[in-house]
């Protein structure tokens, strides 16, 4: 079953900041994040595991709320490299495949 | 660069034909996945094979399948092509399996396929 994200889009000014969330209604065991930028493959972000971990990746970071199903994207200080479309995966337990959302378009202006 | 390889970069072909889509992974990698983008469906995970075994199953159709070889790389096979089957379809790789620490995927620049 996809997860949900939202927002859809959202756009931003450079150095301003963004919470893009991922939320499933079955119990997961990974959620990982990736960028798309136009015409390209996704690129790999991070992978967080069950346990409430946050992590970073330079200035975006990620959170996972096991009681919750959901995880959030943090862009913080945003710059033009920034844009993309956003998406998450999610993996539940025992079940081996990794589901995305629909991908949250980010749009950083000068 | 990611380090996988796909090729064809691009195929065109006609319905009701079958085609052959390959990918390398990453040196070191034993999984590879498939997956299918679409406008109006996004990233699809198609099979995934984990050191030459099928380890999980999405939503591929009958009239796809797949294989990965003892050198580790792929093919995903198309056949009787429909209209509906134009996308780009991303091979990704990675060290581990699936539910294991060590799935982060990395993916391949994709084969765009448009039947006409």
């Known amino acids: 079953q996809q997860p949900v994200q939202s927002p859809q889009a959202v756009i931003l000014r450079e150095g301003e900041d963004a919470v893009i969330n991922c939320s499933s209604s079955?119990?997961?065991?990974?959620v990982h994040w990736y960028r798309q930028k136009h015409g390209e493959a996704p690129v790999f972000l991070m992978i967080l595991l069950k346990g409430g971990e946050q992590k970073g990746h330079e200035k975006i970071s990620a959170s996972f709320n096991e009681k919750k199903q959901q995880s959030s994207l943090y862009l913080t200080a945003s710059q033009l490299s920034y844009s993309g479309t956003y998406f998450c995966?999610?993996?539940?337990?025992?079940?081996?495949?990794?589901?995305f959302g629909a991908g949250t378009t980010v749009t950083v202006r000068a | 660069d990611s380090g996988v390889t796909q090729t064809p970069k691009h195929l065109i072909t006609a319905t009701g034909q079958r085609v052959t889509l390959r990918c390398s992974p990453r040196?070191?990698?034993?999984?590879v996945y498939w997956y299918q983008q679409s406008l109006d469906q996004g990233l699809q995970f198609l099979i995934q094979?984990?050191?030459?075994?099928?380890?999980a199953k999405g939503n591929i159709l009958e009239r796809f399948s797949a294989q990965q070889f003892p050198d580790l790389h792929s093919e995903l096979n198309l056949s009787s092509l429909e209209l509906g089957d134009s996308a780009l379809y991303f091979c990704?790789?990675?060290?581990?399996?699936?539910?294991?620490?060590?799935?982060?995927?990395?993916f391949g620049p994709g084969t765009r396929l448009t039947v006409l």
């Open positions: 040196s070191g990698d034993l999984s």
């Open positions: 995966g999610t993996e539940k337990a025992n079940d081996y495949k990794l589901s």
């Open positions: 079955k119990a997961l065991y990974s």
């Open positions: 990704a790789s990675s060290v581990g399996a699936s539910g294991t620490s060590y799935n982060e995927q990395f």
């Open positions: 094979y984990y050191n030459g075994e099928e380890r």
